[in-house]
Structures are given as C-alpha cells and as structure tokens.
C-alpha cells in the first residue's frame, strides 16, 4: 500500500507541474514579467511552498508545546535539506534532461539563460545560506539570531524587488490556451491565477502523501526522524521544482528552468532559514553541517559557471549529483 501511495502521489506532483507551469507562463506575460521574474519569484516561490510546510509546522508544534526534540530536528533538517537538493540534485537532474532533449532542443546541450538574473539569484544564496548556516556552527545570543532573522526577511524582499524590477527579457511563445479552460478563447486572468493556486495546492497534498510514504518506509528501516526529514522529505518535496525544470528544458525555455531552481534556492536560504533562526535552537549538528557546505560548494561552482563566456553546457551541471552522492555516501556511513 505504501509502494502505491508513492507511486501515485509522485503522478499527481508531475501533473501538477505541468498544469503549473501552463498558467505561470500566460500568468507572467499578462503581468508583463521578464522570463527571470517568472522563473525566480512566481515560480520558484509556488513551488518551494510544498517543503517550507515541513518545517513550519514541526516549529508550530514547538511553540505550542505539542513538539519533541524530534519536531525540532525535523524543522533544522528540513530547512537545510531543500537548499541541499536544489544545489545538487536539481541541478543534476536538469543536466540530464539538457543531454536527454538535446536532438529536440535549439540550443543542443547549452544552456542558454539570463546569465545577470540567475547570478544575482546565486550571490544572494550564497551570502544569506552562508550566514544563516554559520549561526548554527557557533554560539549565538538569542538577540543575535533575530535580528539575522529579521535580515534575511528584508533581503528576501529586496531580492523580490529588484528581480520584478530587471526580470530580463519578454517569454518566448506563451502557451496559447489555458489547460483547463474549456473554451477555446483566451482565458481570464482569474482563471489563470486560478490554475496557478490550484495546482500549487495539488502539488502540496501530493508531496505531503509523498513524504508520509517515505517516512513509514524510513522509519521501519530505523532511520533518525533528523536523516529523514534532510534528505527523504526534501527529496519529495523538491519534485516540484525539477519536474517544472525538465519542461521547461524540454521546450528550450532554460531561463525558466533555470531560474525556478535557483530562484526557490533564494527562497529557502532566507524565509525558511529565518523560522530556524528564531523559532529553534538552531543548533547543527556533524551531518546538517555537511549538508550545508555541499550545498555551498554546489551553489559556489553555479555561479562560477554563469561567469564563463562560452554556453554552459549540459555536462557541467553533472556535478551536482557527484556532491549528492558524497552526502549520501556520508549520511550512510553515520547510520550504519
């Protein structure tokens, strides 16, 4: 039963995805938003929701005193497990498609994005994860931590404003018709904003039945709730994010994909990392701390690349999966 429910929740997220990127595309150009904009605010922001409700409502029952010192572990490993996957993992896994699509594609195996959009992406996770995760190494006066909360909030909303203020350049052929519009008219933007909150709820449930799965095989397998909640939940949790990036790759609208992956990277290095901040002891253990260097290493090699003056090619995002699988390699050597 819990082999089907996997199964199936992982159907509904990829349905979801394409239903999502279907109105968050029309959605964009009628905001008259840049493919960097669309791709690093709309997107990123709807898809990364589905984890960041991990962690919060692990610190919810903290606060209300319902909460285990399990509950906090699962909220710190949550909150650095998305920007992990995404850093490694995503990019993996949107390297791959680049070389799987690559005969159907216009640009072969290169990467073609908004190099200034996807930089400034990657500066700001670079400082704000870098920040909020050295607060977990060392010991900080509860003051101190809020105010690095309050911080990285301040950040994020600049980064939403100056990213809606530059989105780059106008989406390259829309899609001509909302999905489930039944008319063969353009549909109102009610509806389309419609579609888009929909389906962001419809991926939530799904990654929530995912992560539920994952958890019941992870726990019969005497797997900590910490391990579980910074690798597996993520790992479902992110699908939202890859599965949108492989379509857009598909139809060769890479700054699209590009820009959910490190926009929703932006996201949970600063909102997230924020709740941790000031609901949690916030506190790092051997493991987590590997997990946020890799995802650091990971982010560091991304933003190296948007500097090369040659395309980047499909072969360069590979690297993710190596820097995943050394955490692999780790989290299993701790557990056995």
């Given at each position: ?21 279907n ?7 009628r ?10 605010v ?20 903290i606060?209300?005193?319902?909460g285990?010192a399990?509950?906090s ?12 996957l ?5 990019m993996?896994v ?15 195996d290169d ?7 996807a ?11 870098g ?6 190494l060392v ?21 939403v404003?100056?990213t ?9 052929e829309p899609?001509?018709?909302?999905t ?14 419609g579609?888009?909150l929909?389906?962001v709820?419809?991926m ?5 039945f ?11 397998a ?57 609901f ?8 987590t ?29 590979l690297v ?17």
């Amino acid at each position: 039963m819990t082999i089907l429910q996997l199964i199936a929740s992982a159907v509904v997220i990829v349905a979801a995805a394409a239903l999502f990127t279907n109105a968050v595309e029309i959605l964009g150009e009628r905001l008259n938003l840049g493919q960097g904009a669309v791709g690093s605010v709309l997107a990123a922001v709807g898809t990364a929701l589905p984890e960041t409700m991990i962690p919060f409502v692990a610190i919810i029952a903290i606060l209300l005193g319902g909460g285990s010192a399990a509950s906090s572990d699962i909220g710190v490993g949550a909150i650095l497990g998305a920007p992990f996957l995404l850093a490694t993992l995503a990019m993996f896994v949107a390297g791959v498609s680049i070389l799987a699509y690559r005969r159907r594609r216009q640009t072969d195996d290169d990467l073609v994005v908004d190099k200034e959009t996807a930089r400034r992406d990657m500066i700001f996770f670079l400082v704000c994860f870098g920040l909020g995760a050295g607060a977990g190494l060392v010991p900080l006066p509860f003051v101190v931590k809020a105010i690095l909360a309050v911080a990285l909030v301040v950040a994020y909303a600049l980064h939403v404003r100056q990213t809606l203020k530059s989105g780059g350049d106008a989406i390259e052929e829309p899609p001509e018709s909302l999905t489930l519009w039944p008319s063969h008219s353009p549909a109102p933007t009610w509806a389309v904003a419609g579609q888009v909150l929909g389906t962001v709820v419809v991926m939530g449930a799904g990654a929530h039945f995912f992560v539920t799965a994952v958890e019941h095989v992870s726990k019969s397998a005497g797997i900590p709730a910490g391990l579980i909640a910074l690798v597996l939940a993520p790992l479902a949790t992110e699908l939202p994010e890859k599965f949108n990036s492989v379509i857009w790759l598909r139809g060769n609208k890479d700054t699209l994909a590009l820009g959910n992956i490190t926009g929703a990277m932006v996201f949970q290095s600063t909102i997230p990392v924020a709740l941790g901040l000031a609901f949690t002891p916030w506190n790092l253990d051997s493991l987590t701390a590997f997990s946020a260097v890799l995802a650091l290493i990971g982010g560091g090699y991304i933003y190296a690349l948007l500097f090369l003056k040659r395309p980047i090619e499909g072969e360069y995002l590979l690297v993710g999966g190596a820097l995943y699988a050394v955490f692999v390699a780790a989290a299993l050597y701790t557990i056995l």
